[in-house]
Every structure is written in C-alpha cells, then in structure tokens.
C-alpha cells in the first residue's frame, strides 16, 4: 500500500535566516541561559561565523565539526557554515574522544570547533572555539550553492552498530524543514524549548522550523530537568518537543506545582510516548495537545499526526509529510494492502544521499520508487497503513525477533509491560545465545507479579522468561533507551532484580 500527501508550497529561498532577519529584525530569535538574540543580531553572527571560516580556508564541501552543548551560537554556526558552502557535522559534546576521533577520521572536516575550555586529549586536526567564530568583524563570506551541495553530515547514535554519517544535501534538507513546518504550523509568537541536543536532529531542525516560524528558540538541556521546566516556566514556552524520558521528567516536576497553561504543543519521535506519558502530559500541562511522528536520520521525517490524534487513532503516528509518500512493502518489495504488516518505505525529496562513503551500505537502503524513480529509503523497520493512509510503527529492525515459532516485537512487549499498575518504563532485551528474552522496568512491582500480569496481556511467547528492576533505564543522547549499556546491568550481581 502507499500512502500520498498533497506537495508543499514552493519557495526557492537558499537563505531563511538572511529572509526571517528581514521581516522580523528586532524579533527575539534565540535564548540560553547566558542570553539573548535577536533575529538581526543571529544573522550578523552567522556572517561572523562565516568570515571567520573563511579565515581559515574553509570554503564550498568542505565539512565543520561543532561539538558543543546547546547555546546560542549554535544557530550561527548553522548558518554561517552554510554561507560558506560548507557542511555541519554536530557532535554531541558529550562525545567520548575515542568517539570524537572516530568521527573526524571519517568525516575529514577542515576544523573541528569546540567551546574555549574544551580540551581535547589528541591530535583531531584544526581547532577553534565558538568564542572566536562568533567574535569577529561582520563580513560577507557568502558562496554560491546547489541543492546537491552538502549541507548536514550527521552521524547516528551508533546504539546499535558504529555510527554512521547520513549525507544530508542542502535541498532534501530545505524541503524536509519546509515540509515539517507546513504540517506541524509553529508560529511567530511560539517560544521553542529545545533540551535535546543538537547532535541529535530532532533538536537540530528546530532551529530550522523557529526560524522559518519567526519564533524564538529557547536553548536548555534535557539531562538537567529541573533547569528544563524552570526555563519552561520563565521564557511561557508554547512549543516542546520531547522524547519519552524528558516527558517523564517534566511531568513528575510539573505536578510539583501550579498547573501550567502557557504549553500549546508537545511533539514526540525517537521513541514513542505511552499513553500514561500521554495523560500525564495532558494533566500537568493544561490545553496542550501531543503530535505523534516517526522518524528516521536517513531521511529526517516520515509522518506527522494530527494533534491528539490518539484520541481518534490510538497507535497512528500519523501520515506522509506533504509531496512524500509512504509505502508498505512485503519480502519481495512489492505494496502490501491496508491493515497488512511490511517494511516502511519513505518516497520523496526527503530522502537524504546515502552513508559517508560507504556505497555498498548506502545500497542496500537507499534506491528508487520504480514507478515514480523518486528516492526511496528501504528502512527495515516495520508497520502498516489504515485506509485513510495513516502509519502505525511496529518496530524497528532491531527490535522484531522470533521466539517460540512466534514473530513479535520488543515494542510490544514494553507497551503492555507499562501498563501493569506500578511500572514507569519498560525495555525488553533480545534473546542473545546466552540469555532468553528479559525484561527492565523502572517500578515499585516485584518482577514476578509484572510477569503475572503480563500472562494476562499478551500470549505465552511473548512474556520474557526473567523480569529485573532498575532505578532507571540508561538512556542514549538522543533519549533512546540504551540496550548495550541495559544488558550490562542485569547481568548477575548488577542493578537491582526482582
């Protein structure tokens, strides 16, 4: 089956910082907790930036490391590396160097750009700080461009296999954020709270869907949640995106005190809220509705549901991004009918251009649509389309085994295992060659009666053959609960099992 949405507006505009500086010029643009810019005063960042690369020779396909935290200077090295012809390639400053080193052999950027008190441990090649980008004259350092020009290098997680560098061109990348930004309507008087880091690119590209908005971004950090819904509080923020984890965290703080009204919006990908992070989201957070999404790095966004649309259609992560399609293939990549489980296929200009020199892996995932030869991503995780052309995620790749003569999906199993009173969070791990399916929660019920209870929810296959408690569940930089680090602490005489 395929699913197809109507094509976005056209605008053949290569710069929306140097247009949102023109019609919004004193409007406030960014925000950290050191700060304020306006739209004016971020557009003559960006050309310091730019000037500031062009001092040190970086110039069109060349690539820029930027490992730092959230602030706003972020945004100008965005596009100030754009103005240049140059690519971004956002790192998480968390990044371990074995981490950092790894990437910069890969991506061979001109200059890696770090905060003034970063102190790398060996050798990555050039190094500036952020302090002295920003800080020089204004200057015009402005190269001519093509959609096919680099634009981002970004590198996923890595929380299943070694990270891997999507080549993002700056026209898949324009139409991805345009497109987004149709669906989900963000406003000139939004204020954007972003906790997630920029290496990540759902944080990323909320820099693109404020600046096309108008709005203001407000830079915090999700890994310290306290100083999330303060800011959250101060700035009225309006606009929130969120993984399950922050949700989680703002809604056990928020209950804390007043409930707050200001929040018009909550929006959701990496992993999917539960329906109690749902209600609790709803109950602390007076009038704000959620927007469900799926996603993946290799072409940015898949679908975006309506507001509440768990309300109407429990489980849809909503439909194709305007002037894409969806489709659901079988084993032979042939369309499946409605209601019938297959691999998602996104088609469109969205499509990002492969992993980093690597052709033979970029081949097995990215090809072309035989009917319409328009880019297709093969992303090998699974779902199915309802009549009305809506997505309902089944799992990623990763997360289908069989067990038992049965196929089914972690995902599943953790959505019931939530739902037992009691239960917080919930990760199933694999079987592996040495242990059976497990499952962690983070709770106050004893193992055994969370495996009792879910005897009832789901069949005999499906209930892992041991259950272990932890405080909490380890979590990547995107948010993502992290099974590597999980498997670690269930092993005998680690964590706390039940």
Known sequence: MTAVAAAPSEQNVLDMLGLAALRAHDAPAVRDRDGAWTYAELDAAADRVAGRLAELGVGPGD???????????????????????AALVPLSPRLPFAGLATVVADAAPAVVVTGAGDVLEGDVGPVTSVEHLVSGPRADARRAVDDADLALLVYTSGSTSTPKGVVCPRGAVEFAARAIAERLRYRADDVVLVGSPMSFDYGLYQVLLSVLAGAELVLTDAEDPIGMLRTLRETRATV????????????????????????RLFTNTGAALTTADIAGLRGAFDGASVVAMYGITECKRVTIAEPDVDLQRPGSVGTALPGTQVQILDEDGLPVAPGVEGEIAPVGPH???????????????????PRSGSPRLRTGDYGHLDADGHLYFHGRR???IKRRGVRMSLIEIEAAAVTVPGVVAAAALPPDGEHDLELVVVGDRPGS????ALRELVEPAKVPDLCHGLDELPLTTNGKTDRKRLRQLVQPDLGRTS
């Open 240 to 263: 929130v995106p969120i993984v399950p984890s922050s949700a989680r965290m703002l809604v056990r703080l928020a209950r804390r005190g007043a409930t707050i009204g200001h929040v």
């Open 63 to 85: 690539r820029v490391v930027l490992r730092s935290p959230n602030r706003r200077e972020v945004p100008a090295l965005l596009f100030g590396t754009w103005r240049v012809g």
């Open 398 to 400: 990763d997360d289908q």
């Open 351 to 369: 499509v990002m251009d492969g992993y980093w020199r690597s052709p033979e892996l970029s081949a097995g995932r990215f090809d072309h649509d």
């Open 449 to 452: 009666e969370v495996l009792d």
